[in-house]
Protein backbone atom coordinates (compact mmCIF):
# COMPACT_ATOMS: atom_id res chain seq x y z
CA UNK A 1 0.00 0.00 0.00
CA UNK A 2 1.48 3.51 -1.07
CA UNK A 3 2.78 5.42 1.66
CA UNK A 4 0.21 8.61 2.45
CA UNK A 5 2.77 10.27 4.80
CA UNK A 6 5.21 10.82 1.52
CA UNK A 7 2.28 12.82 -0.15
CA UNK A 8 3.83 16.19 1.36
CA UNK A 9 6.68 15.61 0.52
CA UNK A 10 5.97 14.86 -2.94
CA UNK A 11 3.66 18.25 -3.20
CA UNK A 12 6.94 19.84 -2.98
CA UNK A 13 9.03 18.35 -5.06
CA UNK A 14 6.67 17.68 -7.89
CA UNK A 15 4.30 21.13 -7.50
CA UNK A 16 0.79 21.57 -7.85
CA UNK A 17 -1.86 19.63 -5.95
CA UNK A 18 -2.10 16.10 -5.87
CA UNK A 19 -5.14 14.31 -6.46
CA UNK A 20 -4.52 10.68 -6.74
CA UNK A 21 -1.74 8.10 -6.24
CA UNK A 22 -1.12 4.80 -8.05
CA UNK A 23 0.09 2.01 -6.73
CA UNK A 24 1.19 -2.00 -7.18
CA UNK A 25 3.17 -4.40 -4.91
CA UNK A 26 3.98 -8.26 -5.58
CA UNK A 27 5.01 -10.33 -2.74
CA UNK A 28 6.89 -13.86 -4.04
CA UNK A 29 7.31 -16.58 -1.54
CA UNK A 30 5.92 -20.02 -0.73
CA UNK A 31 2.37 -17.90 -1.70
CA UNK A 32 2.24 -15.02 -4.28
CA UNK A 33 0.36 -12.04 -4.92
CA UNK A 34 0.55 -9.36 -7.26
CA UNK A 35 -1.83 -6.36 -6.09
CA UNK A 36 -2.64 -2.91 -8.48
CA UNK A 37 -4.58 0.06 -7.74
CA UNK A 38 -5.45 4.02 -7.11
CA UNK A 39 -5.57 6.16 -4.62
CA UNK A 40 -8.51 9.20 -5.48
CA UNK A 41 -8.70 12.25 -3.16
CA UNK A 42 -12.01 14.01 -3.65
CA UNK A 43 -9.69 17.66 -2.47
CA UNK A 44 -6.13 17.23 -2.66
CA UNK A 45 -4.85 14.33 -1.13
CA UNK A 46 -1.38 15.73 0.57
CA UNK A 47 -4.58 17.47 3.42
CA UNK A 48 -7.26 16.26 5.74
CA UNK A 49 -10.29 14.61 3.31
CA UNK A 50 -12.19 11.64 1.56
CA UNK A 51 -10.74 9.53 0.06
CA UNK A 52 -11.52 6.87 -2.60
CA UNK A 53 -8.92 3.45 -2.67
CA UNK A 54 -9.51 1.21 -5.63
CA UNK A 55 -7.63 -2.42 -5.96
CA UNK A 56 -7.61 -5.59 -7.96
CA UNK A 57 -4.85 -8.64 -6.79
CA UNK A 58 -3.91 -12.13 -8.10
CA UNK A 59 -2.57 -14.54 -6.08
CA UNK A 60 -1.41 -18.36 -5.97
CA UNK A 61 -0.35 -20.67 -3.20
CA UNK A 62 0.23 -24.22 -2.86
CA UNK A 63 -1.84 -26.72 -0.57
CA UNK A 64 -2.43 -29.92 0.50
CA UNK A 65 -6.08 -31.56 -1.29
CA UNK A 66 -8.00 -34.96 -1.12
CA UNK A 67 -5.76 -37.74 -0.08
CA UNK A 68 -3.02 -34.98 0.73
CA UNK A 69 -2.44 -34.67 -2.40
CA UNK A 70 -0.55 -31.58 -3.64
CA UNK A 71 -2.91 -28.76 -5.60
CA UNK A 72 -2.86 -24.98 -5.91
CA UNK A 73 -5.54 -22.09 -5.50
CA UNK A 74 -5.70 -18.91 -7.59
CA UNK A 75 -7.58 -16.21 -5.80
CA UNK A 76 -8.91 -12.98 -7.62
CA UNK A 77 -10.04 -10.45 -5.54
CA UNK A 78 -11.02 -6.18 -6.01
CA UNK A 79 -12.54 -3.66 -3.89
CA UNK A 80 -13.23 -0.22 -3.39
CA UNK A 81 -13.51 1.78 -0.25
CA UNK A 82 -14.42 5.35 0.65
CA UNK A 83 -12.49 6.27 4.23
CA UNK A 84 -10.91 9.76 5.17
CA UNK A 85 -7.45 10.45 6.33
CA UNK A 86 -6.23 12.43 8.97
CA UNK A 87 -2.37 14.39 8.95
CA UNK A 88 -0.73 15.11 11.96
CA UNK A 89 2.49 16.42 12.95
CA UNK A 90 3.52 13.32 13.86
CA UNK A 91 2.27 11.58 10.42
CA UNK A 92 -1.08 10.22 8.86
CA UNK A 93 -3.79 8.06 9.84
CA UNK A 94 -6.56 6.67 7.33
CA UNK A 95 -9.84 4.48 7.94
CA UNK A 96 -11.40 3.21 5.33
CA UNK A 97 -14.55 0.60 4.36
CA UNK A 98 -16.60 -0.34 1.10
CA UNK A 99 -17.27 -3.65 -0.82
CA UNK A 100 -15.30 -6.06 -2.24
CA UNK A 101 -15.40 -9.45 -4.63
CA UNK A 102 -13.25 -12.59 -4.95
CA UNK A 103 -13.10 -15.58 -6.94
CA UNK A 104 -10.89 -18.76 -6.73
CA UNK A 105 -10.09 -21.55 -8.57
CA UNK A 106 -8.70 -24.78 -7.39
CA UNK A 107 -5.99 -27.17 -9.97
CA UNK A 108 -4.53 -30.19 -9.01
CA UNK A 109 -3.43 -33.07 -11.59
CA UNK A 110 -7.32 -34.35 -12.41
CA UNK A 111 -9.25 -31.51 -12.44
CA UNK A 112 -9.85 -27.87 -12.24
CA UNK A 113 -12.29 -26.39 -10.18
CA UNK A 114 -13.84 -22.73 -10.30
CA UNK A 115 -16.12 -21.32 -7.84
CA UNK A 116 -18.80 -18.20 -7.70
CA UNK A 117 -17.64 -15.32 -6.91
CA UNK A 118 -18.21 -13.83 -3.61
CA UNK A 119 -18.87 -10.29 -2.54
CA UNK A 120 -18.50 -8.69 0.86
CA UNK A 121 -17.32 -5.65 2.62
CA UNK A 122 -13.57 -4.58 3.43
CA UNK A 123 -12.47 -2.39 6.63
CA UNK A 124 -8.64 -1.02 6.12
CA UNK A 125 -7.00 1.07 8.25
CA UNK A 126 -3.41 2.10 8.31
CA UNK A 127 -0.93 4.63 9.97
CA UNK A 128 2.17 5.57 8.74
CA UNK A 129 4.11 7.93 11.57
CA UNK A 130 7.59 9.73 12.20
CA UNK A 131 8.05 9.13 16.11
CA UNK A 132 11.56 10.95 15.61
CA UNK A 133 12.86 12.80 12.41
CA UNK A 134 14.82 9.72 11.85
CA UNK A 135 12.16 6.91 11.96
CA UNK A 136 9.52 5.44 10.68
CA UNK A 137 6.55 3.47 11.97
CA UNK A 138 3.70 2.20 9.54
CA UNK A 139 0.76 -0.64 10.33
CA UNK A 140 -1.51 -1.32 8.44
CA UNK A 141 -4.38 -4.01 8.78
CA UNK A 142 -7.21 -4.61 6.28
CA UNK A 143 -10.40 -7.27 7.32
CA UNK A 144 -12.76 -8.61 4.48
CA UNK A 145 -15.59 -10.86 4.52
CA UNK A 146 -15.66 -12.44 0.89
CA UNK A 147 -13.30 -15.02 2.17
CA UNK A 148 -13.14 -14.02 6.17
CA UNK A 149 -9.55 -13.10 6.08
CA UNK A 150 -7.43 -10.60 8.01
CA UNK A 151 -4.16 -9.37 6.78
CA UNK A 152 -2.15 -6.83 8.76
CA UNK A 153 1.52 -5.35 8.56
CA UNK A 154 3.80 -3.69 11.26
CA UNK A 155 7.64 -2.19 10.59
CA UNK A 156 9.73 0.31 11.64
CA UNK A 157 12.45 1.79 9.95
CA UNK A 158 15.60 4.12 10.63
CA UNK A 159 16.36 6.78 7.84
CA UNK A 160 19.55 5.84 6.81
CA UNK A 161 21.21 5.80 2.59
CA UNK A 162 17.80 7.54 1.54
CA UNK A 163 15.50 5.42 2.69
CA UNK A 164 14.05 3.92 6.01
CA UNK A 165 15.31 0.35 7.30
CA UNK A 166 14.09 -1.61 9.73
CA UNK A 167 12.50 -4.86 10.61
CA UNK A 168 8.74 -5.98 9.48
CA UNK A 169 6.11 -8.55 10.36
CA UNK A 170 3.52 -9.57 8.37
CA UNK A 171 0.50 -12.05 9.30
CA UNK A 172 -2.54 -13.47 6.74
CA UNK A 173 -5.36 -15.57 7.63
CA UNK A 174 -8.78 -16.65 6.35
CA UNK A 175 -11.44 -18.98 7.03
CA UNK A 176 -10.36 -21.91 5.18
CA UNK A 177 -7.69 -22.23 7.47
CA UNK A 178 -4.74 -21.42 6.18
CA UNK A 179 -2.41 -18.76 7.86
CA UNK A 180 0.53 -16.88 6.55
CA UNK A 181 3.69 -15.32 8.56
CA UNK A 182 6.33 -13.15 6.95
CA UNK A 183 9.26 -11.71 8.92
CA UNK A 184 12.01 -9.67 7.53
CA UNK A 185 13.82 -6.48 6.95
CA UNK A 186 12.80 -3.90 4.39
CA UNK A 187 13.76 -0.28 2.68
CA UNK A 188 11.35 2.24 2.25
CA UNK A 189 11.11 5.50 0.36
CA UNK A 190 13.79 5.43 -1.57
CA UNK A 191 13.40 7.09 -5.13
CA UNK A 192 14.10 7.06 -8.74
CA UNK A 193 12.49 10.07 -10.66
CA UNK A 194 8.94 10.17 -9.62
CA UNK A 195 8.45 6.73 -8.16
CA UNK A 196 8.80 5.85 -4.63
CA UNK A 197 9.40 2.05 -3.58
CA UNK A 198 9.73 -0.42 -0.99
CA UNK A 199 11.72 -3.53 -0.75
CA UNK A 200 11.41 -6.35 1.64
CA UNK A 201 13.30 -10.02 2.17
CA UNK A 202 12.44 -12.23 4.88
CA UNK A 203 11.72 -16.02 5.84
CA UNK A 204 7.96 -16.76 5.49
CA UNK A 205 5.98 -19.21 6.72
CA UNK A 206 2.48 -20.84 6.30
CA UNK A 207 0.01 -23.35 6.86
CA UNK A 208 1.05 -27.02 6.40
CA UNK A 209 4.53 -26.15 5.46
CA UNK A 210 7.06 -27.36 8.12
CA UNK A 211 10.17 -25.34 7.48
CA UNK A 212 10.12 -21.15 6.53
CA UNK A 213 11.26 -20.59 3.03
CA UNK A 214 12.59 -17.11 2.00
CA UNK A 215 10.41 -14.28 0.45
CA UNK A 216 10.95 -10.68 -1.02
CA UNK A 217 8.33 -8.28 -1.92
CA UNK A 218 8.15 -4.70 -3.92
CA UNK A 219 6.10 -1.83 -3.79
CA UNK A 220 5.88 1.21 -5.70
CA UNK A 221 3.58 3.85 -5.69
CA UNK A 222 3.80 7.63 -7.29
CA UNK A 223 1.03 10.83 -7.27
CA UNK A 224 -0.17 11.27 -10.53
Known amino acids: MAASLFLAQAHA ?15 AGAATFLTVGAKLGLGPLDQDGFVLLASAGSGRQRERGDFGLPRTRYTFIAAAVLGYQWFFDWGTAAIFA ?5 T ?7 ALAVFPATYGARLHAEIWARPT ?8 AIAGSTRGSVWS ?15 ELSVYGDETGYRKWNLGLHATDFA ?8 SAGLQT ?3 RRSAVPYVALAVWSPW
Open 13 to 27: AYGGEIDALLFGSLD
Open 133 to 140: EDTLLQAT
Open 192 to 199: IARYSFRV
Open 206 to 208: ETG
Open 104 to 110: EMLADRR
Open 98 to 102: GPEGA
Open 153 to 167: RLAWGYRAWGAYLGP
